[in-house]
Every structure is written in C-alpha cells, then in structure tokens.
C-alpha cells in the first residue's frame, strides 16, 4: 500500500467516523428535525472549499512569482478539489433549503456568491483546457486563480453585508450547544483531512501527467529518433 | 511618464483606426436599440411596469454590449498580427493595456451615449447627472477587466465562449453597486453616497489589480 492509498484508507475512515458523530452523537435540532444533521457536512465542505482556493492563490501568487512548477500543480490540484466541494456545500444547500425554507434555491447573497464561486473556478479549470500547455495556461490560469478569489471573501462576509436568507454564523457565536459544536468541530477537521489527502493525491497525478511525455519518449527508444509532426 | 505617453498614443491608434472603419460603435448602438426591443417581448412591457425593469434593461444591455466591445479590443490586433509587434517594442505590457482599456473604454462610453438617451425615450426613464456617474465609474472598472480578460482569451483556443465565462462574473460587483445605484437615480428613493463609494471601491482595486496582471497576460 501506497502512503497515497494510505491517507485515502484514512481519509475515508474518519469521514465515516464524522458521519457516527453527526447521525448518533450529536442531538437532533428541536425546531428543524434530522434534516439539520446536513449542517456538520454543509458547512465543513464549504470550510473544505475556501481552504483549497487559498491553496489557487498561494500557488498561482508563488507561481507568477517564481516561475515554479511545482506552484502551478499545486493551484491546479486546489482548483478540482474545491470546485468538488463547492459543489457539494451547493448540493447538500439546496437539500436543506428545499425542507427548511420550502424551494431548492432563494437568490440570497450567499447561495448567489457561491453559485459564482463555483462558475469562476470552472472557467479556471476551462482556461487551463483551452491554453496552449505548458507557461500560457499555467500564467493565464494564475491570472484567473487571483482574480477568483476576490468572491471567497464576498461569499464569506455576504451574511454580515446584506440582509441574507442564509443564516449569519453560529459557529464562532456561541449560538451551538456543545453536543453539535463538538460534532461540527470533528466533521470539520475530518474533512480538511479529506481535502488535503484529495489535494496530495491530485498533485501527484499533475506531476505524473507533467512528467509524462517525456517518459514515453525515454522508453520508446524509436520515437524520439522520428522528427517531430 | 513614458508609460503615459504610449498609453495615449495606443489608445489614440484604436481610436483613429474605429473613427476610419466605422465598424464597432455603430455595429453596437443598434445592438443596444435591438436589446431594448427584445426586453419589451421578453417583459411585456407597458408605461406602468417600464420603470421597474428599466434598471435591468440597462445592466443588460450594457453588459453585452461591453463584452462585444472587448472582445473586439483585441480580435482585431490578432486578425492582423500587429499585437506580436507592439509586445516587441520597448513598451511596458502595462502601458500597452492601459491603452487598449482607455480606447475600448471610450467606445464603450460612446454606446453609453445611445443607450441613456434610448432608455429616456423608450422606457420613460429621466436622464440625470447621477445616473450618468454611476454608468461612467461601472465603465472603468469593466473596461479594465474586460480588457485583460480579452487580452487573454485572444490568445486561446474557444475565445467568444471564454471571454463572458471569465468576464462577467467579475463584472458583477458592478452590477450590483451600479444597479443600486441606477434605481436611486431613477426615483427609488436613498442615498447615491453608498453605491458610487463601492463603485469607486472596486475601480480601483480592479484598475489596479488588472494593471499588475499586464505583464502576464501581455508576455509571449
């Protein structure tokens, strides 16, 4: 077993884990139900989401900086990862919105900003597609990378700046009992985990895809012999 | 200094090279007049709902037709591959796209020129000096973002389909400062301190952001 398989075995252990804490530890909410429950994972991902668009911009910032290969994978990596868990905060949102306020969506300042959260990372993952590989889609991704990430702090602030539908927060409030606190404290730290197992695993098959050309070059001793097409 | 002057003198070529052809600013006023045409099929719109959808009317227009205007901004240089010579010149990448922004800008300001009088004459909306800020300041901060945007995606593969992709939703801070902005000037009632604050706010993060990224974008 590979440490990659490892922290994946792991990863999958403690979300399992965090998923006993939320549906046998932690008690059930006395105004809205079980439904509830979808808080722990809804607000852990969106964390999960927000941290991995600061890992864009740290490596597309390093990247424009230093010219570092290694930067741009790692941006690259965030990118997937928190377009995975924008859309899983945008999901479970919608799930929870369509018990508690009755319709899948309200075009609140929160669910608005995130929706374009998740368009902008998008376009960064399409800008990568459609540039030349190599330096332009790696700087013109990095453009994009730093310019994205003016919405996380929209998204995050968007409950104290506008008058919102989407709850303001109750984590650093005091507005939890200690049972849920707890419970969303571990959810979260699983996964943060998760993400940054998802973000190792995906750097690796960046530098695997980098590195690839060339060692089918340095295998196939006829290829690199034939002049280019 | 320098960097003023060849700013100027870029933003002066496209200028001279639109006022020879002719092509884009009346290409996109009747673009404007069509959008508002469409809007009154779309709303069903009458004398009492006009106002309320005029601000929307406005945004959108002006949105499309910006992105058709920046797009152009350098479609154009790449049509004749004379955006290669300029980058070979000594000239600073932020100069080169302060200069192309500055023109397209304008362009766009003359669109803007059309469309506020159509509105007052087709939605009954009353022209004001608050109204034209407020579209003014959202046109700096979109002509520097487009521009970089379209800077870029004139270098890609798919450019039409990236460049409103990358483009608007950057662009909506303006909409949202500037709408607000456009139902005070057209009656709603509040203050215009607020939204021309946060116009002003996001110009220039923008403008300056957009300037910093030149050099990556501009480099080949």
């Not at chain 2, 959108?60 to 790449?78: I, M």
């Not at chain 2, 469309?115 to 901060?141: D, E, K, N, Q, Y």
């Not at chain 2, 005070?184 to 996001?202: I, W």
Request: with cysteine.
């Amino acid at each position: 077993m590979t440490r990659y398989s490892a922290a994946a075995a792991a990863s999958v252990g403690l979300m399992l884990a965090a998923a006993a804490a939320i549906f046998l530890y932690a008690p059930t909410d006395a105004l809205q139900g079980p439904v509830q429950r979808i808080f722990y994972l809804h607000v852990a991902a969106a964390i999960a989401a927000f941290v991995s668009f600061g890992v864009v911009l740290v490596g597309s910032v390093f990247y424009l900086w230093r010219n570092s290969l290694r930067a741009d994978r790692l941006a690259r990596a965030g990118a997937l990862v928190g377009l995975v868990f924008t859309t899983v905060t945008l999901l479970m949102g919608m799930l929870w919105a369509k018990s508690v306020w009755g319709a899948y969506w309200a075009w609140d300042a929160r669910l608005t900003s995130t929706l374009v959260l998740w368009i902008i990372y998008a376009g960064y993952l399409l800008v990568r597609r459609l540039a030349a590989p190599g330096r332009q889609a790696a700087r013109f991704a990095a453009v994009v990378g730093i310019f994205g990430f003016i919405d996380v702090p929209v998204v995050y602030f968007s409950v104290s700046w506008w008058r919102t539908q989407h709850p303001g927060p109750v984590i650093t409030t005091g507005a939890l009992p200690p049972e849920m606190l707890l419970t969303f404290l571990f959810t979260m730290a699983c996964t943060l985990v998760l993400a940054g197992t998802m973000i190792a695993i995906r750097y690796r098959i960046e530098t695997l895809t980098d590195a690839a050309p060339v060692a089918a070059i340095v295998s196939s001793p006829a290829t690199h012999l034939e002049p280019a097409r | 200094m320098r960097s003023i002057t060849i700013a100027l003198a870029i933003a002066r070529k496209d200028l001279v090279s639109e006022w020879r052809t002719r092509e884009l600013v009346p290409a996109l006023a009747q673009f404007i007049v069509l959008a508002l045409v469409i809007a009154n099929f779309g709303f069903q719109i009458d004398s009492r709902s006009a106002p309320a959808i005029a601000p929307g009317v406005l945004w959108l227009a002006l949105v499309f037709a910006g992105l058709v205007a920046f797009g152009r901004a350098f479609a154009s240089e790449r049509e004749q591959a004379t955006l290669e010579a300029v980058l070979l010149s000594a000239a600073p990448p932020a100069a080169i796209f302060a200069g192309k922004a500055l023109a397209a800008g304008l362009l766009l300001v003359l669109c803007e020129a059309v469309l506020l009088p159509a509105l007052a004459l087709f939605f009954g909306v009353p022209m004001s000096f608050g109204l034209a800020v407020i579209v003014l300041l959202a046109t700096v901060g979109m002509a520097a973002l487009g521009c970089m945007f379209a800077a870029m995606v004139a270098q890609l593969r798919a450019r039409e389909l990236l460049l409103p992709l990358l483009t608007l939703p950057l662009w909506i801070p303006f909409i949202v400062a500037g709408g607000q902005g456009v139902q005070v000037a057209m009656g709603a009632g509040g203050s215009l301190d607020q939204p021309l604050g946060l116009l002003l706010d996001f110009d220039i993060l923008f403008v300056v952001l957009t300037s910093l990224a030149a050099r990556f974008v501009l480099d080949d």
